[in-house]
């Protein structure tokens, strides 16, 4: 099994910045993708931001420019800097990896528990 945790989310006020980071942690052989999703109140989650192995990465339409994500493959971890906060960004932000565990014959889709970003004055 593979276990995603997040951390930094919070309170911003328009136009801040803050700072998303999910690590990776269990049985893991290998991680193809690492992303961030993203769902409001009453809304269907969305892509926020993916990056692949070795690949590019992928960005919403609505945070191009905005954000930033990146990924640090030794420590199985992935960041989102996510500047010009809007309260339309206001959502919890999922982290999600698509990986193969030792345990696991095929790649599976996991996600962290979520956290909180909340953009208002």
């Known amino acids: 099994q593979v276990q995603l945790v997040e951390s930094g989310g919070g309170l911003v006020q328009p136009g801040g910045s803050l700072r998303l980071s999910c690590a990776a942690s269990g049985s893991i052989v290998v991680i193809y993708v690492m992303g961030w999703y993203r769902q409001a109140p009453g809304k269907q989650r969305e892509l926020v931001a993916r990056?692949?192995?070795?690949?590019?990465?992928n960005y919403a339409d609505s945070v191009k420019g905005r954000f930033t994500i990146s990924r640090d493959s030794a420590k199985n971890t992935v960041y989102l800097q996510m500047n010009s906060l809007k309260p339309e960004d206001t959502s919890v932000y999922y982290c999600n990896a698509v990986a193969k565990s030792a345990s696991g014959i095929s790649p599976n889709n996991y996600w962290g528990q979520g956290t909180q970003v909340t953009v208002s004055s």
């Open positions: 990056i692949p192995t070795g690949g590019s990465t």
